[in-house]
């Protein structure tokens, strides 16, 4: 896809009434109301990107046979819209989002998606759908995923591929917002090992992770915590999120990347922590040192972090031997400051000194 191609634009013939939507709007949950359009693209081996597409959502007409239905060739991002104080639109930092899919597409065999051609999907879409951005502390979640459409059983990178857009309003993603969320040690399974998909953003990750996640929920967590697939002794992320541990010298760790995705919050709250002074250390963590530092004092916070919940504090962890605290269980300081600064860039009640807003 060049400068030649254009997307094709058809509006929505009988669109969401606005009251309606307004109704959506107030309590949208995350991930259960969606907007009125898709953008979709398509990929051949012989034409490369073509067929740019805004039109209504709708369900995909798939063969049977489709390839991603068989080998799971697939990825997708996950970012959002915020609608500012003054009524207009940002995307944060949607350009690493774009370099992120072309890193999970080239380890899945697909093919790269232009940054230009990226955003302008975001944009497009975003554009179409403005009434469904909602004020105050919700925003559009954007959903950008390429899967393999071509129809056939052999064992080979697909040659037909769609990539598509699509967006739902949401609000917070844990329920009871804010509040500390209780995590889970997996025993049994592990989310990556080296060599593997961790850093891709492919959904057999995410279904991999499933079980271990519903065993998180039969204990009573909100979360997973998954350790290293070698030796079963590193933190390494969560089923949905990257983590931090605050420690008593005012440092913060976090593990390393390599079989972990690279989040992009991850990397913005390095960045922020990194500019403030404070000490930012990318470096393996065992759980029995998180063990060890929480008993002591020695780890005073530790927080997740992602694009859906932005920063949330781990209050209580539990795992086949018992539990412990983070502190006293509540957020800490230094949590609750980096997620106020990141959260004031995004929705601009903070500057944008670094330059990673992008209206919309």
């Known amino acids: 896809m060049g400068q030649e191609t254009r997307f094709t634009i058809t509006p929505h013939p009988s669109p969401v009434a606005a ?89 899945m065999a697909m093919p790269d998606v232009p940054e230009e051609l990226f955003l302008a999907a975001i944009e497009s879409l975003v554009e179409i759908d403005r009434g469904w951005i909602p004020g105050g502390e919700g925003s559009l979640y954007l959903r950008p995923f390429m899967f393999a459409s071509e129809p056939f059983l052999g064992v080979r990178p697909a040659s037909e591929y769609i990539f598509c857009v699509i967006a ?41 992770s499933l079980v271990a996640q519903a065993e998180a929920s039969r204990h009573g967590c909100d979360q997973v915590v998954f350790l290293d697939a070698a030796e079963h002794r590193w933190v390494e992320e969560l089923g949905g999120m990257n983590i931090f541990f605050a420690m008593d010298d005012g440092s913060l760790v976090t593990p390393p990347l390599g079989t972990i995705l690279p989040g992009i919050t991850r990397k913005s709250l390095i960045t922020l922590a990194r500019d403030a002074g404070i000490v930012v250390q990318e470096q393996p963590y065992s759980f029995d040192q998180w063990q060890a530092d929480a008993a002591s004092g020695r780890l005073r916070e530790a927080f997740a972090c992602g694009t859906a919940a932005v920063v949330a504090a781990i209050g209580e962890v539990r795992h086949a031997g018992g539990s412990f605290l983070i502190g006293d269980g509540g957020t800490g300081p230094l949590t609750t400051r980096l997620r106020e600064e990141l959260v004031g860039i995004q929705r601009g009640t903070l500057a944008d000194t670094r330059g990673w807003l992008r209206r919309a």
């Open 168 to 208: 739902c309003p949401v609000g917070a993603y844990f329920k009871g917002g804010a509040k500390p969320v209780t995590l889970w040690v997996s025993d049994d399974y592990t989310r990556a090992a080296p060599g593997g998909t961790g850093a891709a953003k492919c959904g057999g990750n995410y279904a991999a």
């Open 19 to 107: 009251d309606e939507r307004a109704v959506l709007l107030e309590n949208p949950g995350f991930g259960r109301v969606f907007t009125d359009h898709m953008v979709t693209v398509k990929w051949t081996s012989d034409k490369g990107w073509h067929d740019a597409q805004v039109g209504a959502r709708r369900p995909f007409q798939l063969d049977p046979a489709a390839a991603v239905l068989h080998y799971a060739q697939e990825i997708f991002e996950g970012m959002k819209a915020y609608r500012l104080a003054d009524g207009s639109v940002t995307l944060f930092r949607p350009d690493e989002n774009a370099r992120r899919f072309n890193e999970s597409a080239a380890r």
